[in-house]
């Protein structure tokens, strides 16, 4: 049961892109049962983690077009485009895990708006 | 409007015990499963533990595996967490979540809880 890995931090300037990715194995991110099963969280300072990316590339509603995932084999990514200063914040990924039993978080990424 | 509002965080001393508890409204509780989220000072998201809709089934991190309790009732529309045999690490704020197929939409405030002598 160990974590997912990020990068610790990314950075970019407004309207810039930013690529966040999350490496897992073949028991968690790219378990060929749970194949979709990857999911993104943004975490401002001293608030509540919310969903923006769940099944590897869907938004839930309300989360702006900006914000895109993607997954190859064991690695998941999470593409935030044209960066504004409201994306600072950290950014978790999480999977199923132990064929479906388990779940895992990403070590999160710290993103920076220069 | 979904609410989860988290109780019962607090200041326990090493080997002690604690109860949170997590009150749910807004949507079909006893249709989803539940999930206790965790988050130490500092660091990042950690899973605890889940419980599918009928509570048949329920499911730990191992570092919390027969130490703690995940239990639900579905008449109160309420999540728990046994905490027992606590030790320095379990110091954290405790979320609550509501579990759409791996994902988790709605999160309580959370709870913390500081386990310390």
């Known amino acids: 049961q160990s974590a997912l890995t990020q990068p610790p931090s990314a950075s970019g300037s407004p309207g810039q892109s930013v690529t966040i990715s999350c490496t897992g194995t073949s028991s968690d991110v790219g378990d060929y049962n749970y194949y979709n099963y990857v999911s993104w969280y943004q975490q401002h300072p001293g608030e509540v983690p919310k969903l923006i990316i769940y099944?590897?590339?869907k938004r839930p509603s309300g989360v702006p077009d900006r914000f895109s995932g993607s997954k190859s084999g064991n690695t998941a990514s999470l593409t935030v485009s044209g960066l504004q200063a409201e994306d600072e914040a950290d950014y978790y990924c999480s999977s199923s895990a132990g064929r479906g039993n388990l779940r895992v978080f990403g070590t999160g990424t710290k993103v920076t708006v220069l | 409007e979904v609410h989860l509002v988290n109780s019962g965080g607090g200041l326990v001393q090493p080997g002690g015990s604690r109860r949170l508890s997590c009150a749910a409204s807004g949507f079909t509780f006893s249709s989803y499963w539940m999930t206790w989220v965790r988050q130490a000072p500092g660091k990042g998201l950690e899973w605890v533990a889940t419980?599918?809709?009928?509570?048949?089934?329920?499911y730990y991190v191992d570092s919390v595996k027969g130490r703690f309790t995940i239990s639900r009732d579905n008449g109160k529309n309420s999540l728990y967490l046994q905490m027992n045999s606590l030790r320095v690490e379990d110091t954290a704020v405790y979320y609550c979540?509501?579990?759409?197929?791996?994902?988790?939409?709605?999160w309580g405030q959370g709870a913390l809880v500081t386990v310390s002598s």
């Open positions: 419980i599918t809709q009928d509570g048949s089934d329920r």
């Open positions: 099944e590897v590339s």
């Open positions: 979540t509501n579990e759409d197929w791996y994902r988790f939409e709605y």
